[in-house]
């Protein structure tokens, strides 16, 4: 008869279901010792998220000038409860110790997996592959999206006596048994202003690739340089700039405003606009140096592109920044390469990195969110403000198609049924905010103007109609029958 503390408990469980109890009594001792250290964790957890009165009383000890212990933020659900209880002097990380061990191990896994997926669509190793760097995704992963890139390039960070990273080194190309794959990295403005060490380890690490005495089809990157220099007589420094952002003091594509103020005639514009704001270069000795060549010439190799989503609370539709950023140089690659890429996300928010393409996440935000009754109805309780993210999304599709015409006419067809040819919703939202609902029609307009959404002379009508009443109204303009 088993004697382990589970099991001894059970009489003071009577109230739990038989099977669970018959599980209890059933467990070796190995898998019962992973259940207590999983059990104990979580009343650590419980108890650490119960116990907040520390704020209070470590915002009173600083008003008096008392010292506040430190403490690094963080997720309770990738970093546990190591970043609780609450009230003390946090900060983001270390950034001698970025990419974190587990983000390391995540990312190498999430490199490989972008590479199986490109080989399963294509048959061939991807050449190239543009990683998207945003600053509080890396912060939030502790270096996810850095270890991604390490992962491709063939390369681990390396570490002093004290476990700090002085530096990424490449992987024996023996050991690592494939290609090192080129990586085009676009980041953030703060990403820029705050990784400033790692993008200095990434460009030396490029250099270090791109000098490597390895084969060109097992060093993309070498390939890639070389090609580069002899085609356009450029010194090594200038082909082997791999990290590029907007310049120094500026932030965002502009890409997201063309789209709010639908200051854009040709769909090309987007993509030159993401260029013309991402064309300097980072790392070691370029500090926002302008190249636009060697960008250029890097689109054209692009087989696909991705970007991390680390939040379970946000979506590709969810805000303007995507498309702004992947969506846009999707489009940037295109014209430039004369072939359309796959972009692929990566759902990095729970135990699983999950690898989605585009248009299938499209879609299913589209029947989870925005034409979901339990999203709109959950929303149009807000009033207002939830009237006004309903609008929101209808600017986000029209960004999406305009980037990349990933969204289906279905999306619009059901966008336009539910929300402005329902008249019982459609009264619903004019009442809580009829700025939103003008926008939302203006958006069904514009997204047929531009060609983006095949509608039926019919339905353009009704909403042209809407559209003139709805601006009658807000400008105060009687309308008589």
Known sequence: MKSNHINRNLDSHNHLPEDLQSFLKNLSPEDEAKLLKIVNAGKDLLGKLQTNENEIHSLLNALEGGYTLPQFGGDVIRDGSAVLPTGRNIHAMDP?????DLAMKRGAHIAEKLIEAHQEENGIYPETIAQVLWGMDTIKTKGEPVA???GLFGAEPIKDGQGKISSYGLIPIEKLGRPRIDVLMTASGIFRDTFGMQM???DRLVQLAASADEPHEMNFIRKHVDEIMAEKRITFEQATARIFTQREGDYGTYVDDQIE?????EENELGDMFIKRNSYSYGGKRSGTENTLVLELMMKKVDRISQEIDSVEYGLTDHQHYFAQSGAMSQAVEKRSGKKVSVSYIESYTSETNIQN????????ARTKILNPKWYDTMLKNGRSGAAEISSRFTYLLGWSATTKSVDKWVFDESAKTFLFDEEMRNKLEKLNPEALKNMTGRMLEAAGRGLWNASEDDLEK???LYADLEDKLEGIKVTS
């Open 261 to 265: 103020s639908s200051s854009w005639q």
């Open 96 to 100: 001698w110790r970025i990419p974190s």
């Open 358 to 365: 585009l248009d299938s996440m499209i879609r299913m935000e």
């Open 148 to 150: 991604i890139i390490l």
């Open 463 to 465: 909403l042209r109609e």
């Open 200 to 202: 200095d380890f990434l």
